[in-house]
């Protein structure tokens, strides 16, 4: 089950593993995802054109997807990182719609995740 979350979400099954050394642990972690508020918290700065937060939002979504090898997601929550990092809100907004994509395509796997475990 684990392995299909991370073919769905676009992550790296393997990395997981390794680095939590437990389905049982890579499972807990994953089913924590949906309360972390960096994504809500990078929307709201970016609505209040605050590219200070923003970048420390979008910086702390891209730790969060690289600890749990969320590969699709920790790339596009880059872009957005680096356009913001240059202060460059105009192309952050432009880089949302892949990031946001990506985080519906990871919340709705650990969605099914969670929804397996019953």
Not at 23 to 51: G, I, K, Q
């Amino acid at each position: 089950m684990i392995r299909e979350f991370y073919e769905r979400a676009g992550g790296d099954y393997a990395a997981a593993l390794q680095a939590f050394r437990t389905e049982e642990r890579v499972r807990r972690y994953l089913c924590r995802f949906p309360e972390d508020s960096s994504y809500a918290d990078l929307n709201r700065a970016l609505e209040r054109e605050d590219t200070e937060e923003a970048f420390r939002a979008a910086h702390s979504l891209k730790g969060v997807a690289l600890t749990l090898r969320l590969t699709a997601l920790y790339e596009a929550a880059a872009e957005v990182t680096e356009a913001l990092r240059h202060a460059d809100g105009v192309r952050a907004c432009a880089l949302m719609q892949a990031l946001t994509a990506a985080y519906a395509r990871t919340l709705e796997a650990v969605g099914e995740l969670a929804r397996a475990d019953g």
